[in-house]
């Protein structure tokens, strides 16, 4: 079973804290960030700590393919993506890398 499938979201202290993604089993995903009333979603794959995100909706027009590498540990989730149009990260300690906590609803 693929370990991201769920709910993740950003904690206080990271650079937006309230964001989540949603995972489903589907290879589709969500995302909001309710504060400034943000949403988007597409298509993923993830394997071996590589993520591959095709972002077909957001709510500001911000669309294309985000490639990224994850880490998922006890109920934390490490994420770095590219910028839109730019290579993978060479590692998780990229400029984009972001921590979120597993929402259990």
């Known amino acids: 079973m693929n370990e991201l499938i769920g709910k993740w979201q950003q904690p206080e202290g990271e650079r937006y ?3 989540y993604f949603e995972f489903f089993a589907d290879g589709k995903f969500r995302a909001v960030f309710e504060e400034l009333a ?3 979603s ?3 794959t993830a394997a071996e700590g590589l993520i591959d995100m095709d ?3 957001h709510s ?3 669309l294309g393919k985000f490639e990224g590498r994850y880490l998922i540990k006890g109920d934390t989730l490490t994420m770095a993506l590219s910028d839109p149009f730019h ?3 060479e590692s998780l ?3 984009n890398k972001r921590h979120y906590k597993k929402v259990v609803e």
């Open 55 to 57: 972002q077909t909706q």
């Open 17 to 19: 804290p309230g964001l």
């Open 93 to 95: 300690e990229h400029k």
């Open 38 to 40: 943000i949403t988007s």
């Open 87 to 89: 290579a993978r990260p």
């Open 60 to 62: 500001m027009g911000i």
């Open 42 to 44: 597409g298509t993923y």
